[in-house]
């Protein structure tokens, strides 16, 4: 099955390819969930062989914002997140994230996202809360999108 590719943000931090200081990570549509993949490497870690949090935080709000898109057709900006780091994620090892959006409340939508190694241990997990962006938002951010196939 072939996963159908988000659009990113051209110098977004977790998703622009435009972006050389950033993580170029391209987010799929799987259903009403999304997707991604990324392998950290030495310059994405805290402590020595370990992944920094901050980095695991942005891949997580990143593909939580991102649910509103496939469910819903809009786009959003982060409210509040809520992270529990289970165990520590090894650099140069792939990691796996999913998310979905678990509450529809009109101007505001919750999900929840998990970060796991390919052989299934958790290494982190979050809640999300997010406003939809304004109609007029949402156009001037659909100006700098692009596809990444």
Known sequence: MILQALPGYRECFVCGKENPFGLQITFFKDKKEIKAEFVPESKHQGFRGIVHGGILFSILDEIMGRT???VKGVMTLTVEINVKYRTKAPIGKKIIFTAKMTKDLGRMIE???QAHLEDGTLLT????KFIVLSPKMQKEVEEYLCDYE
């Open 125 to 128: 997990e979050a809640k999300g």
């Open 68 to 70: 509103a898109i496939v």
């Open 111 to 113: 999900a929840q996202a």
